[in-house]
């Protein structure tokens, strides 16, 4: 099975992996991983002030730091996983991310809001759920 686990570093996202680790007959080292991290995008005044290769290395590096953790979580696990980086709307993002590389499945940490929460802040869970024709998994 080809999975993509998105990741960025919250809690939710370490329970997301526990859950994986704890359940290696499912999400075993047969499967295909491969890890998301989106980058929110800087205001277009501030990007045109440090130019786009200054705007660009930080995406990475920031993107690196989720990244290379859950890396090294998922190497202690038998997983190695493929990291993708992308700059915009997490949902959007991940939501074509899994749908464009044909994933069989996307697991992902949610916060667990209210509907009324979703309502009010919105929820990257809801996003991808509402726009994604790949199953999703949520852990919460």
């Given at each position: 099975?080809?999975?993509?686990?998105?990741?960025?570093g919250s809690a939710?996202?370490?329970?997301?992996?526990?859950?994986?680790?704890?359940?290696?007959?499912?999400?075993?080292?047969?499967?295909?991983?491969?890890?998301?991290?989106?980058?929110?995008?800087?205001?277009?005044?501030?990007?045109?002030?440090?130019?786009?290769?200054?705007?660009?290395?930080?995406?990475?590096?920031?993107?690196?730091?989720?990244?290379?953790?859950?890396?090294?979580?998922?190497?202690?696990?038998?997983?190695?996983?493929?990291?993708?980086?992308?700059?915009?709307?997490?949902?959007?993002?991940?939501?074509?991310?899994?749908?464009?590389?044909?994933?069989?499945?996307?697991?992902?940490?949610?916060?667990?809001?209210?509907?009324?929460?979703?309502?009010?802040?919105?929820?990257?869970?809801?996003?991808?759920?509402?726009?994604?024709?790949?199953?999703?998994?949520?852990v919460r």
């Amino acid at each position: 099975m080809k999975i993509l686990l998105a990741v960025d570093g919250s809690a939710y996202t370490k329970k997301m992996l526990a859950y994986l680790a704890t359940h290696g007959e499912m999400f075993g080292s047969s499967n295909s991983f491969s890890m998301i991290t989106v980058q929110a995008p800087l205001p277009p005044r501030a990007r045109a002030a440090v130019g786009a290769a200054a705007a660009n290395e930080y995406y990475e590096e920031e993107s690196a730091k989720v990244t290379g953790t859950v890396a090294k979580f998922l190497k202690r696990h038998g997983i190695d996983a493929k990291a993708i980086h992308k700059v915009g709307s997490p949902g959007e993002q991940i939501s074509k991310a899994a749908e464009g590389g044909k994933f069989d499945l996307l697991i992902m940490g949610s916060h667990g809001h209210s509907a009324l929460g979703n309502l009010v802040m919105g929820s990257v869970a809801t996003q991808v759920l509402a726009h994604c024709g790949v199953p999703v998994l949520l852990v919460r």
